[in-house]
């Protein structure tokens, strides 16, 4: 930012307005608060990020941004939550851009201000506030926050995908591990928008009944209507509608901001080799197959292509080959065996996204697959020392572009 971007603002008491970071603002005369965060003296954001600044009293600042301040106002809404708030487990539920990470940051500079620990299990792995993409993910803070998704994650759980569609025990687990793993006053849990179908209810039903939160905040618009009514009646809960301020983004800005964070965990690394057999592998065959080379060679002449590796399930046959075998010969092994025969191919591996596990299976930072060749695996991580990897479904450029999915062959 160059000295020709300072602006002097002048802000009447209770008046607010957005701009985005990279900013630098210096209070002058006044009382401000960013996201609910009194800032005195001079505050500066490097990352990218809204900035959500409210007067208190008449005000004069001199701001820095490379974009023009636009006018809002804080919603009635989260003050009416924050006056329901003192501590205990609150989970936040409402549709995609509901506003429920702008209630979550202005909730926790508040609290943080009052006096608390606050901690924030954000679950949401599609538009992540903290941490990478595809991961469940908690930071405790003491002090205001003000923009926490700048902040690194204190733990995370690897999911490896944008949506919880398929997912949906590992997306019970990992919250409730998280969960407990936050010690802290005040445990404000962010959801994703899934609310639409069956699936998504069951979802965050089992989410509440295996957290026992405190409190159950609803931000609607319409779409809870089947699903907050089904929450048992012991669990406090406050209805909020969706805020008026709050502005929806388009399946492209929402794409890009995903772009931008798995950019964001990608730069820098560099790819670490690691010995198939000297890490346990998850959510594929590699590595932890069962069948024996006997049978892995019956395969390959049988489906004429190079099985690598499987798992012989009860009712399934779980393969990795070279490429996909053709679909006559796949039907005789499901007649020979009665079961289902389901393939995958290196090929589909290459960039897919992948969580680098400690040795209680926790993630410790996140990669791209780049090959699997001679008994090694090699991972675009900035994460070196993995006991375990967790294979994912969606594939990644390097700069964060999506560029696939994990597909099974198709017949």
Request: hydrophobic fraction near 40%.
């Amino acid at each position: 930012m160059k000295s020709s971007d300072l602006r002097e603002l002048f802000l009447k008491a209770g008046k607010s307005l957005i701009l985005n970071s990279p900013a630098e603002i210096k209070v002058v005369d006044g009382d401000v608060e960013v996201w609910g965060a009194r800032i005195s003296g001079e505050l500066r954001i490097d990352g990218e990020a809204p900035l959500l600044i409210e007067s208190i009293s008449d005000s004069r600042l001199l701001v820095r941004s490379s974009s023009s301040p636009v006018e809002t106002r804080v919603p009635d809404s989260w003050r009416e939550v924050e006056s329901e708030v003192e501590s205990g487990t609150i989970v936040f539920i409402g549709s995609s851009d509901s506003g429920k990470s702008s209630m979550i940051t202005y909730l926790a500079n508040k609290l943080v201000e009052k006096g608390l620990e606050v901690g924030i299990v954000d679950s949401d792995i599609g538009q992540k506030d903290i941490g990478p993409v595809g991961t469940i993910s908690s930071a405790v803070f003491s002090n205001p926050p003000v923009i926490p998704w700048l902040r690194e994650p204190d733990a995370m759980y690897f999911i490896g995908d944008k949506t919880p569609r398929g997912h949906l025990l590992p997306m019970v687990v990992g919250v409730k591990l998280l969960a407990d793993m936050t010690r802290a006053d005040a445990v404000l849990v962010n959801t994703t928008g899934y609310v639409s179908d069956d699936a998504a209810v069951e979802l965050k039903l089992r989410k509440i009944e295996v957290l026992q939160p405190d409190l159950v905040v609803g931000i609607e618009d319409g779409s809870l209507s089947h699903l907050l009514p089904r929450i048992p009646p012991s669990f406090k809960r406050i209805q909020v509608k969706v805020p008026g301020e709050i502005r929806k983004k388009s399946l492209a800005e929402r794409a890009e901001r995903r772009r931008k964070n798995v950019e964001r965990y990608i730069r820098g690394a560099g790819e670490i080799e690691l010995d198939i057999d000297s890490v346990f592998i998850q959510w594929s065959p590699l590595g932890g197959g069962s069948m024996k080379n006997d049978l892995l060679d019956f395969l390959s002449r049988e489906l004429k292509a190079k099985v690598i590796c499987g798992h012989e399930g009860p009712s399934s046959i779980y393969i990795l080959a070279e490429s996909c075998p053709n679909a006559e010969n796949v039907r005789k092994i499901e007649i020979f065996t009665g079961k289902r025969v389901i393939v995958e191919t290196l090929n589909d591996y290459m960039n897919l996204y992948v969580g680098l596990l400690d040795d209680r299976g926790f993630c410790k930072g996140v990669g791209l697959l780049k090959g699997i060749s001679n008994g090694k695996i090699r991972v675009l991580t900035r994460y070196n020392r993995p006991s375990g990897l967790r294979f994912g479904f969606i594939k990644f450029s390097d700069d964060g572009f999506e560029v696939g999915r994990r597909e099974i062959c198709r017949y």
